[in-house]
């Protein structure tokens, strides 16, 4: 009897292991999905965190003597002069010499351009003409030739009636125009490749010409 209840204990004893065994075997096959899930999971919130940190902007508000004052999105490492070209640019009456261009702006700020003060005499005038592009001595220029009673000189820039061709000016010569910089001439000619102007309003597909800016330049423009 003894023999035979050894035998029996032998088995049970068996069973139990062979069950123990088993139970183990499945809580690690129920874990390793889990662990895997959890890993994507946060390699998957890494890549959305690294998204939006490269495609981040900044909000700015513009005022003062720009064409048109108003909050713009930009790029993070954006300065001053990008935040004043989305504006439209300088008006005739922005104190440039108290322009900081090259500031570099943050999320937030206001970038206000300050106009030149009443009475500054010649040199108040000077400023003005100059604040109409990066060109200031064209812009200047300009201005002479289109209020020059007797019409005894025209810019080279001009075409009839002492107006710049729109479709086959050259950089310097878009700069002549009243608010026009390098910057603003090179998209005009960037904008014309694309397909030339049929009318003056068709400035207004370029970036920084604003209804404003347009108003300042109609006079002086011509479609050929």
Do not use: W
């Not at 935040?83 to 009456?93: D, P, V």
Request: glycine share 12%; proline share 3%; hydrophobic share 40%.
């Amino acid at each position: 009897m003894n023999a035979k209840y050894k035998k029996i204990i032998f088995l049970l004893l068996l069973l139990a292991g062979c069950a123990t065994t088993s139970l183990l075997s499945s809580d690690k096959e129920e874990l390793a999905p889990a662990a895997s899930f959890s890993r994507a999971g946060v390699q998957s919130a890494d890549g959305q965190r690294s998204g939006k940190t490269q495609g981040k902007t900044i909000r700015v508000q513009v005022s003062g003597a720009v064409l048109e004052p108003g909050i713009y999105d930009l790029p993070t490492d954006s300065r001053a002069e990008a935040a004043i070209a989305a504006a439209g640019g300088l008006t005739e009456a922005a104190d440039t010499e108290r322009v900081n261009m090259v500031r570099k702006l943050r999320d937030g700020m206001l970038l206000k351009v300050p106009a030149l003060k009443a009475g500054g005499g010649k040199k108040a005038a000077k400023r003005a003409a100059g604040a109409a592009g990066a060109s200031g001595n064209a812009a200047n220029a300009h201005g002479k030739n289109a209020v020059d009673k007797r019409g005894a000189s025209k810019v080279a820039a001009q075409g009839s009636a002492g107006r710049v061709r729109i479709n086959s000016a050259s950089v310097s010569e878009l700069q002549s125009l009243p608010g026009v910089g390098p910057a603003l001439a090179q998209r005009i000619i960037a904008e014309r490749s694309r397909g030339r102007f049929a009318s003056a309003e068709d400035l207004l597909r370029v970036s920084g010409i604003g209804k404003a800016k347009l108003e300042k330049m109609r006079a002086y423009v011509e479609v050929d």
